[in-house]
């Protein structure tokens, strides 16, 4: 039972960049602005590629999460838009 017409609901296209994208976004992000100060003083110049190394494990996250959203496409996943 849905409360739009399919005619007025958004289209699911969200693809493996999109996804990826808002994974990393999301982790950058939240870790971007908690605790930059921190990092920036254990680091040193080399907090930018702390960020790049932290950012390679998002990619099984990324894929798990476009899996999902393929297997339930109603649901999609852990993503629901």
């Known amino acids: 039972m849905s409360i739009l017409d399919k005619s007025k609901r958004m289209k699911k296209d969200l693809t493996l960049p999109y996804v990826y994208a808002l994974a990393l976004g999301t982790t950058l992000s939240s870790g971007f602005f908690l605790l930059p100060g921190i990092a920036a003083n254990e680091a040193g110049p080399a907090v930018?590629?702390?960020?790049?190394?932290?950012?390679l494990p998002l990619i099984p996250a990324v894929l798990s999460i476009s899996e999902l959203g393929t297997a339930m496409p109603r649901a999609a996943g852990l993503i629901t838009l």
């Open 48 to 55: 930018v590629l702390s960020y790049l190394i932290a950012a």
